[in-house]
């Protein structure tokens, strides 16, 4: 859509001027977690001290959260929850997506609405029975009752978006294959899956910072302190009663929003399409 | 009618066949056919059942088993560690008598058609900007997008600090810049502190929508508004009858999964307010979870979540009808 602009101040007032506010106050409050980080307590706690910057940057948060909780075991519980979880998904929501797009069989398009419909069930909605749910099968308190919860609202994700994506990836490739002799196995799993690695590598790592996001479910079920993830953990842990520690707070909100960060800053192009593929109707 | 478009494709493999061998097919065809099982899984429908199983077992065990469980729950008297009873609509009529309740169930729909209506003006306002050519697009368009991929309750911690009620940034600057010069509490009062949650969910949630209508936006093709713009419609106008209705299908279901999402919230609220100051900020997530695992009453718990369930379905079937009237 080409756009044209008047003079120089015109553009300044209606583009420069809103695009420059729009950036700072979206991303004040991460420079705010920054310099929270390394302002030295004698300075947080002091109304009279310029807050915006610090001449005396300490690292002594960044020791603490490390001595003091067990922010090292919980980056290495997210990881490993999102991790597996999100393979989880990957791999039904793969095979689902599939056979939703490619298959002819009766239940397809009820089937379809099913999925698509629990992709629209909030955790909220379910969390309290979910809880009995976890504890019945014996996995409360432990990473699996995530792992295997996340992929409730991950799978449907995941299968929505490769429907769609293989949904335009044409038949005749696989056709082709079938009667160079493949089964029809190997046709999709040779030919279709491949083809479809964009749309799985862009299902990953939404579904990856999902995970690596999420707070209800691991609030509930995880209670221990070496069974949280860094969400809960630096929620939970570093608020005592009325007491905020600020400095390990930051600091461990800063840590744990960078890996996310970092994933999405590789892929960008791929979290964008899966998140206008996930809502496309 | 799809045999007469494969037979050339079939010449030509077959020709191929003979001078290669096709890296696809490892076994021949015979030895392939003589199994039992390969026989099987080359019916579609059987296929079809093997390859949602993962899924449908997944869903059934924790979807549709905690949904029948959870109205069970609620018509029941549950606590934590002891079995409950039948209680019938006890819990909804003990629900519908607590003012801390109704004071959530008003919340809930404030906050959501408030926080909806600013991303959506905001978020289209954005896109809009973020559709001009301009330096460092990509980076920036980027960074937009931050707020919406860390981690809510990390972000949420920030603006937590940023509402202190002794070391707030905002006082800060209004104090030093002469404006105010008692410091306010943010989150001290409960219409105050609604709107701080609006505010810091407008600024979680404004990207999503930033960023897919600005995809919406890139599919308008620009020869329809050089049209409009040589037959004189001015900017506005422009927006209005030309950009409007043509994004109006993503822009609708944006809004639907945002609302949906929106009124769900749980994180950002409890960790911002945990439903205070004086329980005037609670919606039905942060009332359920308050009632169910802090003051260990399931059933009763289960109850308050329920009642998220009516507007979930009318938005489900508005999408189902949307999505069936534009096939």
């Known amino acids: 859509m080409a756009v044209r602009y008047g003079g120089p101040l015109k553009r300044a007032v209606t583009f420069h001027v809103p695009l420059a506010l729009l950036v700072g106050a979206t991303l004040f409050p991460f420079y705010w977690m920054v310099i929270t980080s390394i302002r030295p307590d004698t300075e947080l706690y002091n109304v009279r001290s310029n807050p915006?910057?610090?001449?005396?940057?300490?690292?002594?948060?960044?020791?603490?959260?490390?001595?003091?909780?067990?922010?090292?075991?919980?980056?290495?519980?997210?990881?490993?929850?999102?991790?597996?979880?999100?393979?989880?998904?990957?791999?039904?929501?793969?095979?689902?997506?599939?056979?939703?797009?490619?298959?002819?069989?009766?239940?397809?398009?009820?089937?379809?609405?099913?999925?698509?419909?629990?992709?629209?069930?909030?955790?909220?909605?379910?969390?309290?029975?979910?809880?009995?749910?976890?504890?019945?099968?014996?996995?409360?308190?432990?990473?699996?009752?995530?792992?295997?919860?996340?992929?409730?609202?991950?799978?449907?994700?995941?299968?929505?978006?490769?429907?769609?994506?293989?949904?335009?990836?044409?038949?005749?490739?696989?056709?082709?294959?079938?009667?160079?002799?493949?089964?029809?196995?190997?046709?999709?799993?040779?030919?279709?899956?491949?083809?479809a690695i964009p749309g799985i590598l862009s299902a990953g790592i939404f579904a990856f910072t999902l995970s690596w996001n999420e707070f209800l479910y691991a609030l509930v079920f995880l209670s221990s302190p070496q069974q949280k993830t860094i969400p809960i953990g630096v929620f939970t842990e570093l608020v005592r009663g009325d007491v905020f520690y600020w400095g390990p707070l930051m600091a461990g909100a800063l840590l744990g929003s960078v890996p996310v960060a970092l994933v999405y800053s590789l892929f960008v192009e791929h979290y964008v399409t899966a998140l206008t593929g996930a809502v496309k109707g | 009618m799809a045999d007469q478009r494969i037979e050339p494709i079939l010449t030509d493999s077959a020709r191929l066949a003979a001078a290669i061998p096709s890296p696809v097919a490892v076994a021949p065809p015979e030895a392939r056919r003589a199994t039992w099982l390969g026989l099987l899984l080359e019916r579609e429908h059987v296929l079809a059942g093997l390859l949602l199983a993962p899924t449908l077992v997944i869903?059934?065990?924790?979807?549709?088993?905690?949904?029948?469980?959870?109205?069970?729950?609620?018509?029941?008297?549950?606590?934590?560690?002891?079995?409950?009873?039948?209680?019938?609509?006890?819990?909804?009529?003990v629900n519908l008598n607590d003012t801390i309740f109704l004071r959530a169930f008003q919340n809930t729909f404030v906050y959501t058609f408030i926080a909806t209506a600013l991303k959506l003006a905001l978020g289209m306002a954005t896109a809009l900007l973020l559709n001009h050519h301009f330096h460092f697009k990509r980076i920036i368009r980027a960074s937009m997008l931050l707020p919406w991929i860390v981690p809510t309750v990390l972000s949420t911690l920030a603006w937590q600090w940023m509402f202190d009620a002794t070391f707030s940034v905002f006082n800060w600057v209004l104090m030093n810049a002469g404006l105010i010069?008692?410091?306010?509490?943010?989150?001290?009062?409960?219409?105050?502190?609604?709107?701080?949650?609006?505010?810091?969910?407008?600024?979680?949630?404004?990207?999503?929508?930033?960023?897919?209508?600005?995809?919406?936006?890139?599919?308008?093709?620009p020869d329809v508004h050089e049209a409009?713009?040589?037959?004189?419609?001015?900017?506005?106008?422009?927006?209005?009858?030309?950009?409007?209705p043509l994004i109006k299908p993503i822009m609708l279901v944006v809004v639907l999964f945002s609302m949906i999402a929106t009124f769900a919230d749980f994180q950002l609220i409890y960790v911002l307010t945990r439903g205070?100051?004086?329980?005037?900020?609670?919606?039905?997530?942060?009332?359920?979870?308050?009632?169910?695992?802090?003051?260990?009453?399931?059933?009763?718990?289960?109850?308050?979540?329920?009642?998220?369930?009516?507007?979930?379905?009318?938005?489900?079937?508005?999408?189902?009808?949307?999505?069936?009237?534009?096939?």
């Not at chain 1, 020791?63 to 990957?90: C, G, H, P, Q, Y």
């Not at chain 1, 992709?119 to 309290?128: A, D, E």
């Not at chain 2, 979807?63 to 009873?85: E, H, N, Q, T």
């Not at chain 2, 713009?229 to 409007?244: C, K, M, P, S, Y």
Request: glycine residues 8%.
């Open chain 1, 52 to 195: 915006f910057f610090t001449l005396h940057p300490t690292l002594t948060h960044f020791a603490d959260l490390f001595e003091l909780t067990m922010f090292a075991r919980w980056a290495w519980n997210t990881l490993f929850i999102a991790t597996v979880s999100t393979a989880i998904s990957l791999f039904c929501g793969l095979l689902a997506g599939y056979a939703l797009a490619r298959l002819q069989f009766r239940w397809a398009p009820p089937l379809g609405m099913v999925i698509f419909i629990t992709y629209l069930v909030p955790p909220t909605l379910l969390f309290i029975p979910l809880g009995d749910v976890v504890k019945t099968f014996g996995i409360g308190d432990t990473p699996w009752a995530v792992i295997l919860t996340y992929p409730t609202f991950l799978i449907p994700f995941c299968t929505w978006l490769l429907m769609g994506y293989f949904k335009t990836i044409p038949r005749e490739i696989e056709d082709c294959a079938r009667i160079d002799g493949a089964s029809r196995i190997q046709a999709m799993v040779r030919i279709s899956f491949p083809l």
């Open chain 2, 228 to 244: 409009a713009e040589i037959d004189g419609a001015n900017a506005w106008q422009r927006f209005w009858r030309v950009t409007l």
């Open chain 2, 181 to 221: 010069s008692k410091r306010i509490l943010w989150l001290g009062d409960g219409t105050l502190a609604m709107g701080c949650l609006i505010a810091v969910n407008v600024w979680r949630g404004m990207p999503f929508f930033a960023i897919t209508l600005l995809a919406g936006l890139q599919t308008v093709n």
């Open chain 2, 59 to 93: 869903l059934t065990l924790f979807i549709a088993y905690p949904f029948v469980l959870g109205i069970w729950l609620a018509v029941s008297d549950k606590m934590v560690g002891r079995p409950g009873s039948f209680v019938g609509l006890q819990n909804f009529q």
């Open chain 2, 276 to 327: 205070g100051p004086y329980s005037s900020t609670h919606v039905f997530g942060t009332y359920a979870y308050e009632i169910a695992m802090r003051a260990a009453k399931l059933g009763q718990g289960a109850s308050i979540s329920l009642f998220l369930f009516p507007f979930l379905l009318m938005v489900i079937v508005f999408q189902l009808w949307y999505i069936r009237r534009s096939d």
